[in-house]
């Protein structure tokens, strides 16, 4: 089992440098995998009420046998349920299907500034937190001018901005921002979901100079961003594989070279475009 360490989040909690993906870790087999990551040393679960496993990630929390409060759970209100009220019924909705008494890493998954209630969604996060329901307040696809917003208008600063960000999606500018505002970046889709990433000729030049798969190359890039990947795989090997990264460094050169892979943004991710409900 390998031991991942944590950073300390600006609400003073620890949040793990690796945490691991649960979207589309659905049905039979679904608390196995999810148990299998606990058992590999991931103490960060991601889930959503959208990925429709949340009664499965709290199942595999409590069927681990890992202390309760060893494990940070992060799930997010849905599109549809932005607003005060609606807010905190979602999630009274997501701690009962978690079957746990806290939700750990509350996040609004996406801002869908069209709607525009997102200031009112967080004020309810806030407010949770108070109560106890909600241990860290946080975002998930905000853009620099969004959490301005929310720290103007709620005087609250979230502690975590889960983003998309790969080699080909490194977003520095955006990584400056929170480095400035003392917020942690998490990384989605750390592997940019398609082998084609693991297949370009220098991440794989880097892995064998490191005697690590191309994969392990990409995720120790994240680490040393000082982003928190969040790699999700339902295999065993695979799961063990992205948790161990703690045994080699990339060079300053090695992490250039691997920033130096980005691409155009797809239009259709921006979070100034994308409605998600
Ligand atoms: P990802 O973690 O970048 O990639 C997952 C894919 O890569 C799976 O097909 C997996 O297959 C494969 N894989 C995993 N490890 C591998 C390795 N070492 N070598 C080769 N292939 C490997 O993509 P993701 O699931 O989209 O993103 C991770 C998590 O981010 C999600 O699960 C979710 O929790 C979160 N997320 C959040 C948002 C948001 O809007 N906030 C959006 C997207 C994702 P196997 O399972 O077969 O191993």
Partial sequence: MTTIPSAQLNDGTAF?????????????????????AIECGYRLLDTAVNYGNESLVGEAVRVSGVDRDEIVVTTKVPGRDHGYEQTLASARGSLKRLGLDRIDVYMIHWPNPRVDKYVDTFRA??????QGLVRTVAVSNFTERMITRLIDEVGVTPAVNQVELHPYVPQPELRAFHAAHGIRTE????????????????????????????????????VQLDATPIPKSEQPERQRENADLFGFELTGDEVAAISGLQRERRPDYHPDQREEM
């Avoid at 996060?125 to 108070?130: A, G, H, I, P, T």
């Avoid at 989605?188 to 190359?217: C, K, N």
């Fill in 16 to 36: 793990p440098v690796v945490g691991f993906g649960t979207y589309q870790i659905t049905g039979e087999g679904a608390v196995a995998a999810i148990v299998s």
């Fill in 187 to 222: 990384s989605w889709s750390p592997l940019a979901r398609r082998f084609e990433l693991l297949a370009e000729p220098v991440i794989i030049d880097i892995a064998a100079a490191h005697g690590v798969t191309p994969g392990q190359a990409v995720l120790r890039w994240h």
């Fill in 125 to 130: 996060m806030v407010d949770l937190r108070e």
